[in-house]
């Protein structure tokens, strides 16, 4: 089957490279892909990913048989809506099923609706309700944008006056139309686990967990980021955390959606707070993590086509360590340009999946924040981790930037 993957980062580069290995996939398109999907097989410029009237024409033309999709924004823009009206197979759900993730308020209905442990929450669009509602709550505040605003809607804060400010800067257009509500969420106490199901008209069949690092520092310190590593498996997991995920989280909304008429089909990712009183729901996303799915992929021992289609997966015993390297600036203002050196220094058991690369003639240069994906193969997390950071000393751009405690000690980040 000839296949066409939106999208251009690392999980987008984890999912083509799966895809090549399957004895179902004769060509891998990748629109826009990025250099390390460009050695996989043709790539697509000049669409961009939410023009999806143009992908799914591109689609026709091409003859693609399935359609993936890896970033959130091409289905919240309707991509599987217009490719299946032109007759092409789509993985990820619809627009409408895509409000799991793309508004907050949404998916916090359903939750509620369906039963499924979450934080109690309420959604404003007016400042003055919004206002008066702080005044009633203690901290810490969780204040978020309701739509998609790129993971920077959301703000925790202990300061009242913080807090009264981010409803401002939301409810005043800071976020475009993601910011026109505002939800005001319980705050959740614990360390946070994502768990992803793979969800046909079948059911769903969870992947294997993998830990996020989301602070640029070590020791989860400074700014948020889109995620500076991963490894799997992650083994101080709650005992059938994940079976209970299935049963308490997954099941339920999948079949609350089917209720409703709006059925979900795709990735699902449940990123979960471990309270005191069992795990919570503290938001879905409709696709798989980056970086967590560069380590979760390369332990699939099952044909990716077969997963989508609603075989339950086999696992390696491997383990997986993913480092990334990240340009100085990153994430508010990345620095592009500067030429990548040594990765034909990197041995063949760390895998390399591009982020934000691109060609020039012979050289590799920075084009985006998060910029390569080292991940380091094993018996152990620990050898994995070894080989990933052995790995990381020999690539190099002046002013790259890593956290060096990615799997150091199987700590939960805050
Ligand atoms: N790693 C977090 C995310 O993909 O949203």
């Given at each position: 089957m000839r296949v066409l993957l939106v999208g251009s980062g690392g999980r987008e580069h984890s999912i083509g490279w799966k895809l090549a290995q399957s004895s179902r996939v004769d060509e891998l398109i990748s629109l826009p892909g990025n250099p390390g999907l460009a050695e996989l097989g043709p790539t697509v410029e000049g669409i961009d990913v939410t023009d999806v009237g143009a992908i799914a024409a591109m689609a026709r033309i091409h003859r693609v048989d399935l359609v993936i999709v890896g970033p959130e924004a091409p289905l919240a823009a309707g991509v599987a809506d217009s490719a299946s009206s032109l007759g092409i197979p789509v993985f990820g759900?619809?627009?409408?099923?895509?409000?799991?993730?793309?508004?907050k308020s949404f998916a916090k209905d359903v939750m509620n609706r369906a039963g499924i442990p979450t934080g109690a929450s309420k959604t404003?669009?007016?400042?003055?309700?919004?206002?008066?509602?702080?005044?009633?709550?203690?901290?810490?505040?969780?204040?978020?944008?309701?739509?998609?605003?790129?993971?920077?809607?959301?703000?925790?804060?202990?300061?009242?006056?913080?807090?009264?400010?981010?409803?401002?800067?939301?409810?005043?257009?800071?976020?475009?139309?993601?910011?026109?509500?505002?939800?005001?969420?319980?705050?959740?106490?614990?360390?946070?686990?994502?768990?992803?199901?793979?969800?046909?008209?079948?059911?769903?069949?969870?992947?294997?967990?993998?830990?996020?690092?989301?602070?640029?520092?070590?020791?989860?310190?400074?700014?948020?980021?889109?995620?500076?590593?991963?490894?799997?498996?992650v083994d101080d997991l709650p005992r059938d955390l994940v079976t209970n995920v299935m049963t308490d989280v997954i099941d339920p909304v999948i079949e609350q959606m089917r209720v409703d008429g709006n059925p979900f089909t795709g990735f699902l990712y449940a990123g979960l707070v471990l309270t005191d009183t069992g795990p919570k729901v503290l938001e879905f996303n409709v696709r798989l993590g980056d970086p967590e799915c560069q380590a979760i992929l390369p332990r699939m021992t099952s044909d990716l086509v077969d997963v989508l289609e609603g075989a339950s997966p086999e696992w390696s015993a491997m383990a997986t360590v993913n480092v990334v390297l990240a340009s100085v600036g990153y994430p508010t203002a990345p620095e592009k340009g500067a030429v990548i050196k040594g990765l034909d220094r990197v041995p063949d058991d760390v895998i390399v999946f591009h982020a934000g690369t691109k060609r020039d003639g012979r050289k590799l240069l920075v084009s985006g924040g998060r910029v390569l994906n080292l991940v380091?193969?094993?018996?152990?997390?620990?050898?994995?981790?070894?080989?990933?950071?052995?790995?990381?000393?020999?690539?190099?751009?002046?002013?790259?930037?890593?956290?060096?405690?990615?799997?150091d000690g199987y700590r939960l980040p805050l």
């Open positions: 759900p619809t627009r409408s099923a895509a409000r799991l993730e793309s508004s404003f669009t007016d400042h003055q309700s919004a206002m008066d509602h702080l005044s009633r709550t203690e901290g810490p505040y969780v204040i978020k944008a309701d739509g998609l605003a790129a993971g920077k809607g959301v703000l925790v804060t202990e300061s009242r006056t913080d807090a009264e400010s981010w409803v401002g800067y939301c409810l005043e257009g800071g976020f475009g139309d993601a910011g026109a509500s505002v939800m005001i969420d319980e705050y959740l106490d614990g360390p946070e686990v994502s768990v992803f199901a793979v969800c046909t008209e079948s059911g769903a069949v969870p992947l294997e967990p993998a830990r996020d690092y989301k602070r640029l520092f070590d020791d989860d310190e400074g700014p948020n980021t889109g995620g500076m590593g991963s490894y799997s498996p380091g193969t094993g018996a152990t997390v620990g050898e994995a981790r070894a080989k990933a950071y052995a790995a990381a000393e020999t690539v190099a751009w002046p002013g790259a930037q890593y956290r060096t405690d990615i799997a």
